[in-house]
């Protein structure tokens, strides 16, 4: 993977931690820049810039809600003030509010739905015009396997993953046309914040449905984000590349 993606300028939202963090330094060792979006940590944040210069890269943060589209604006101009050009966006923000439909709240639907698929529209509209003009960009949803089979408890969240996967390829086949291409990851169960809550029942009967018998680890996904934003991914758009052990196979 090393020097694949030398030079070119990323955004990643929701980078200060789990997958998110991962994928900046999976970019930052392949080559790239980093404009890291987070929204409340910014310890954790200013401690990845760091990571990130000691690979001999550079990152700056922004501060903000990807639900926002004043964030996707900045996202953008601070990759063109910085680094004059925005290669890759990974579209990573996301969060649960988990509940079954009859309890589940409106401002817990509406939450999710404007993280999770709203912030994509967002940053993406917000990217594409840069990315059109130089006949290049790699955009990279992070969706779910949620999004595939839907879940018990997380109807808002798996209706807006399973909108993560038409977007992608919907605008997939807007943009390929100026090598523009936008492909989605769908992760099933990685250990991070997001997950480390889930009951040890539920932990032990995901663990049976994996064939390859561990859970995932955020390098799981961030060397498939790497790979999909490298010249080796080329030939490859509108697709939703599963990160799941074999837990679910179609
Ligand atoms: P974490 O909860 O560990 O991290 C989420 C990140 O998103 C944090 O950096 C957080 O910022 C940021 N964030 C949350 N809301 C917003 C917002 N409105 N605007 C900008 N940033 C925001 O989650 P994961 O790393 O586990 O998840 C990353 C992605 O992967 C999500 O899209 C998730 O749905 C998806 N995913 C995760 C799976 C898993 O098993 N973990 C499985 C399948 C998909 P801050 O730290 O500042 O709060």
Redesign the pocket.
């Known amino acids: 993977m090393s020097e694949m993606l030398q030079d070119m300028v990323a955004i990643v939202?929701?980078?200060?931690?789990?997958?998110?963090r991962e994928i900046c330094l999976t970019l930052a060792e392949a080559g790239a820049d980093i404009v890291i979006?987070?929204?409340?940590?910014e310890d954790?944040?200013k401690d990845l810039v760091r990571e990130i210069n000691e690979l001999g890269r550079k990152a700056v943060l922004v501060e903000?809600?990807?639900?926002e589209a004043a964030t996707a604006q900045t996202l953008v101009e601070t990759a063109i003030e910085n680094f004059g050009r925005v290669d890759i966006l990974v579209n990573?923000?996301?969060?649960t509010r988990d509940n079954l439909m009859l309890r589940l709240k409106e401002e817990d639907w509406d939450a999710v739905l404007n993280?999770?698929l709203k912030?994509i529209y967002l940053c993406s509209k917000a990217v594409l015009k840069t990315m059109m003009k130089q006949h290049f960009g790699r955009i990279i949803n992070?969706a779910?396997?949620v999004g595939l089979t839907g879940n018990a408890g997380q109807a808002n969240y798996a209706a807006a993953k399973a909108g993560v996967i038409g977007l992608t390829k919907s605008l997939a086949r807007e943009v390929a046309s100026r090598q523009v291409l936008v492909n989605a990851v769908a992760?099933?169960?990685?250990e991070?914040?997001?997950?480390e809550n889930l009951p040890q029942a539920i932990k032990d009967d995901l663990m049976q449905r994996i064939p390859l018998n561990r859970l995932g680890k955020?390098k799981d996904v961030a060397n498939v984000v790497a790979f999909l934003a490298s010249p080796a991914a080329s030939y490859i758009t509108g697709q939703t590349i599963v990160v799941d052990g074999g837990m679910v196979m179609q």
């Open positions: 939202t929701g980078g200060s931690r789990g997958i998110g979006n987070f929204i409340d940590d954790e944040a903000g809600s990807v639900a990573n923000a996301g969060i993280t999770n912030g992070i779910s396997v992760p099933g169960y990685i991070t914040k997001m997950t955020p």
